[in-house]
């Protein structure tokens, strides 16, 4: 059974620095890979996907990479804004196509 | 592009009532999942349908949820009786299943289920 791990479960940083957000996963058999972003009382609004094939994604000032063989992907955050604020969740995509979730980083940017 | 539509997108009830949510999906996705997201977890999947056919139900409590999707597009996810442990954010998502942005999923606001 697939256990998805994130680490650490809640940070606090001021504006304008960079952070990285962890997540491991126990098999690595994955199809792909997809980080979240859930705003409290709010729904999830997908970031970045990344296929088994592929090493990482950008956009915009995020960018996710992935590291199957150690089970790995980090989730790189450029220079933080207050709005950053938000749970981030990894997602583990079966081949199935269903989501194995890790229980969410919580991130407060102070300005 | 409208998004995933689901209602409500509160409720509160007794324990041993039961309940339905109702859930949209957005336009053409051939596939549409149920998750449960306890407080303070990550989202947990309860069923996958695949149009009109069920894929994977495997983590559904079936003696007390069901779930169906008519014509393959709008779906419905029943408890009955519910118990406290089912509170929760019950989510749905879709996704298209082929072409350009295949894999990714979308999901609705939730809605939040509050049993006393």
């Known amino acids: 059974k697939q256990e998805v791990t994130q680490i650490p479960a809640a940070l606090s940083v001021p504006e304008g620095e960079n952070l990285v957000l962890n997540c491991s996963f126990t098999?690595?058999?994955?199809?792909?890979l997809q980080w979240f972003r859930q705003d409290p009382g709010k729904g999830l609004t997908s970031l970045l996907l990344?296929?088994?094939?592929?090493r990482e994604q950008t956009s915009g000032r995020l960018n996710a990479s992935l590291d199957k063989s150690s089970g790995r992907s980090t989730l790189y955050i450029a220079a933080s804004q207050p709005g950053d604020s938000a749970t981030y969740l990894c997602?583990?995509?079966?081949?199935?196509?269903?989501?194995?979730f890790g229980k969410g980083t919580s991130l407060l940017v102070t300005p | 592009e409208a998004g995933v539509a689901q209602s409500p997108r509160y409720k509160i009830i007794e324990k041993r009532q039961s309940v339905a949510f109702w859930c949209n999906p957005i336009?053409?996705?051939?596939?549409l999942y149920w998750y449960q997201q306890i407080l303070g977890q990550g989202p947990k999947l309860l069923i996958q349908f695949q149009n009109n056919g069920v894929v994977d139900d495997s983590q559904l409590p079936k003696d007390r949820f069901s779930a169906e999707r008519l014509k393959g597009v709008d779906s419905t996810l029943k408890i009955q009786p519910a118990k406290l442990e089912d509170s929760a954010v019950y989510l749905c998502a879709s996704r298209r299943g082929q072409g350009e942005g295949a894999d990714t999923q979308y999901f609705g606001p939730g809605t939040r289920l509050t049993v006393l």
């Open positions: 990344i296929q088994s094939s592929q």
């Open positions: 336009s053409g996705h051939a596939t």
């Open positions: 098999d690595s058999a994955i199809y792909n």
């Open positions: 997602a583990v995509i079966d081949s199935g196509y269903a989501l194995n």
